[in-house]
């Protein structure tokens, strides 16, 4: 789906640059494209359960097999998802399986195919609001949610020269996907574009 929306985007660029449009077509073509109309017609089944789980599920049931997307209204999220992240001690681990290196594989070998590619010398896109937030607060509340979440391993955690976890940025591994920018509970991390388009390419075999 990420790829369908770079391509829509990618193909207004190219009509904006050539006959000197402006990029509200990208959003002309998103609205008039299938994307569009599935994104709509599933709308209300994620925040349809901040009623609770019986009436969630006999909202999205309603939504997905009876009324098919044509529910009078859309409903609402409770609040932004940065503030839906709770602290790590009200959960336990969670122990994901090994990758089976057939539907799915280790974030090195994901990483080579995305064909992520940034200069090794472009400015940093991404930075810290407040550079002490990781390690005061997300690591020892928040079991340093941006070491787990981010998909590209950007961000770890590793020992400084006193043995103390410091927050370290790979920001050339970055696919892009601004989960970090949305996500992060004190709202610290802000994703800027890269220079020159840098991310992952895509490419036709
Ligand atoms: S934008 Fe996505 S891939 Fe890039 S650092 Fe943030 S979470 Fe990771």
Known sequence: MNMQYRMLAAEAAFHALREDLSMETYWDNLKNSWIWEELYRARNYRPAFEYGLVPGLAISALEHYVLKGKFPFTLK?????????????????????????????????????????????????????????????????????????????????????????????????????KACDIKDPKQNIEWTVPEGGGGPKYSVM
Do not use: M, W
Not at 120 to 125: F, I, L, R, V, Y
Not at 151 to 170: F, M, S, T, W
């Open 77 to 177: 999220h409770g609040k932004p998802d940065h503030e839906e992240t709770d602290v790590a001690k009200l959960h336990c681990p969670i122990q994901y399986p090994k990758p089976d290196e057939v539907l799915s594989f280790d974030v090195p070998t994901s990483l080579h195919r995305s064909n992520t590619n940034h200069e090794h010398d472009q400015p940093a896109h991404l930075h810290l609001r407040d550079p002490k937030i990781p390690e005061v607060i997300n690591l020892p509340e928040y079991a340093g949610p941006e070491s787990r979440y981010c998909p590209a391993r950007v961000y770890e955690y590793n020992p400084d020269d006193k043995g103390q976890p410091k927050l370290q940025i790979n920001a050339q591994n970055c696919l892009h996907c």
